[in-house]
């Protein structure tokens, strides 16, 4: 019925094309691609859909001449990724954990996280992903420092001299995580927070994220400034997105 309708009246059509970016904030990433936008076709609309240290860029194009409009958008949206070429996740509408999954599916990997703030947040997030028992082999959830140090073996000395929002702990905590779970990837963070806990040394939103597969262990530090839920989203993001550059650089 709808085709008949669509037939008669001529509706047109709406092609769309999204690519995700991640590490740069909108307002950035606006000054970025100003000149991009500025030159844009009038029959072309560009949408900004932030999330959590992520930003969608969703070129939207209506026409009656389906080839037309398709050929109109293909060529401004090889525009858009030439543009952004250097923060861009994916060219297409997919999630962070979508296209580490992805990538892993396509190298035959695994991975397993270590997480201490995120709570399994970053678990959660890879296991949301149909298809993911493929490559998700855990997590240990080492909230505490008493299992940070039994169950993922992280050392008492490293715990009571750097604490356990600390680089030092961060690098045993994935370096663990690998031997236990035996896979090619992990992850491990720790970090605080909030809205309690912070110290001058160590305020609210302090994060340590490492990421590792068998040859090297990469550590990196945040300082998120927002609320609780925030800070946790903020953390998982970026420990998926560091694991993901960590995948592509290997291949």
Request: charged letters at 25%; hydrophobic letters at 40%.
């Amino acid at each position: 019925m709808l085709s008949i309708i669509s037939k008669k009246f001529n509706t047109g059509f709406i092609e769309h094309r999204t690519l995700l970016t991640a590490g740069i904030g909108e307002s950035y990433l606006a000054d970025k691609i100003k000149n991009f936008e500025e030159a844009l076709p009038a029959e072309i609309k560009l949408a900004y859909l932030p999330n959590y240290g992520m930003v969608r860029l969703r070129l939207t194009i209506f026409g009656t001449d389906k080839n037309k409009i398709n050929q109109l958008i293909n060529h401004q949206f090889s525009l858009l990724k030439e543009n952004v070429k250097d923060v861009m996740v994916i060219d297409e509408d997919l999630s962070m954990e979508e296209v580490v999954g992805k990538l892993l599916k396509e190298k035959n990997k695994t991975i397993a996280t270590a997480e201490s703030c995120t709570g399994g947040s970053i678990a959660s997030l890879l296991t949301s992903v149909p298809g993911s028992s493929k490559y998700f082999m855990g997590s240990i959830v080492s909230y505490d420092n008493s299992i940070k140090e039994k169950v993922l073996h992280v050392k008492k000395e490293t715990l009571e001299t750097f604490g356990a929002v600390s680089e030092e702990t961060v690098k045993e905590m994935v370096q663990n995580i690998l031997s236990i779970m035996q896979t090619d990837y992990a992850i491990a963070v720790s970090g605080i927070m909030g809205p309690d806990g912070g110290t001058a040394e160590k305020p609210v939103g302090l994060v340590w994220i490492a990421i590792a597969d068998n040859k090297k262990i990469i550590t990196k530090k945040f300082n998120f400034r927002f609320d609780r839920n925030r800070n946790i989203q903020l953390t998982a993001t970026n420990a998926l997105n560091l694991i993901r550059q960590l995948i592509v650089d290997n291949s």
